[in-house]
């Protein structure tokens, strides 16, 4: 199978490249230091010529209310640019909650963009995972200084960014869904929680402050960033996680 990633140089891009070829799959990662512009589709039909799927891992970038016409421009390339080309998947990673959200801009960016894929031409699937492990560090410099940082009790269940490409892959080269499927973490912590177990980890003197108001995830109210009932669950705890990178 000839499978193009969108994003491909990236954290999550780079690591899916890799997982597919191992796994017998031609693989062709496109960003812009290969030469696509998801933006204004430059390259876009070289890179996805033959392609049976894409998987689109690109990210805006910025969070704020520039990112729906991210979104929606390169979300539009890239379903004609498939057309043309004949491709018959197209996989994009999302957000567990994110259509619950619609108080965040960038939620509900990426919201508009499952609604253009589903109203697309090709069939699709839609893998929404939850926060990553590897984000956490940008969590904590939202609100911190020099001796707290500030977080709200916020519930999370975020997951291992190895364990996310694992569920992009098994979508990609399986049949398109037609719908979508949450992943997550096997473990939901409160967020202040994580921090504390962060910063104790690391031995950071730090003190974490449960403070409601704080940061991006302050905005998000009850449970919606939990994968719930329904939701693949990933292997890899964030204890465990913490204690390969020491």
């Known amino acids: 199978m000839k499978i193009t990633v969108i994003g491909g ?18 693989v062709v990662p496109a ?6 512009d998801l933006l204004t589709g430059a390259g876009l039909d070289e890179a996805l010529a ?11 970038p910025t969070f704020d209310e520039a990112s729906p016409e991210f979104f929606r421009t390169t979300m539009n390339n890239l379903l004609a640019a498939g057309e043309r080309a004949g491709v018959g ?3 994009i990673l999302s957000i567990v909650g994110v259509d619950q959200v619609p108080q965040l801009d960038y939620y509900r960016a990426k919201t508009l963009q499952e609604d253009i894929l589903k109203q697309g031409p090709t069939p699709y699937s839609i893998v929404r995972a939850t926060q990553f492990f590897e984000f956490m560090d940008a969590v904590l410099s939202w609100t911190a200084d020099e001796n707290t940082v500030r977080l709200p009790s916020t519930p999370v269940q975020p997951m291992a960014a190895a364990d996310v490409v694992a569920a992009l892959a098994a979508a990609a080269t399986g049949a398109p869904l037609g719908g979508t499927v949450d992943v997550a973490g096997p473990d939901v912590f409160a967020l202040d929680e994580l921090g504390r177990l962060t910063l104790s980890a690391r031995q950071d003197p730090r003190t974490v402050v449960t403070d409601e108001q704080a940061g991006l995830f302050a905005a998000v109210e009850g449970d919606v960033l939990t994968g719930g009932p329904g939701a693949r669950l990933a292997p890899t705890s964030y204890k465990d996680w913490l204690g390969a990178k020491r």
């Open 9 to 26: 140089t990236g954290l999550i891009g780079s690591q899916l490249v890799s997982a597919l070829r191992a796994l017998g799959h031609e």
């Open 31 to 36: 960003s812009p230091s290969t030469g696509v």
């Open 50 to 60: 033959d392609a049976d799927t894409v998987v689109n891992v690109s990210n805006s």
């Open 89 to 91: 998947h197209q996989v």
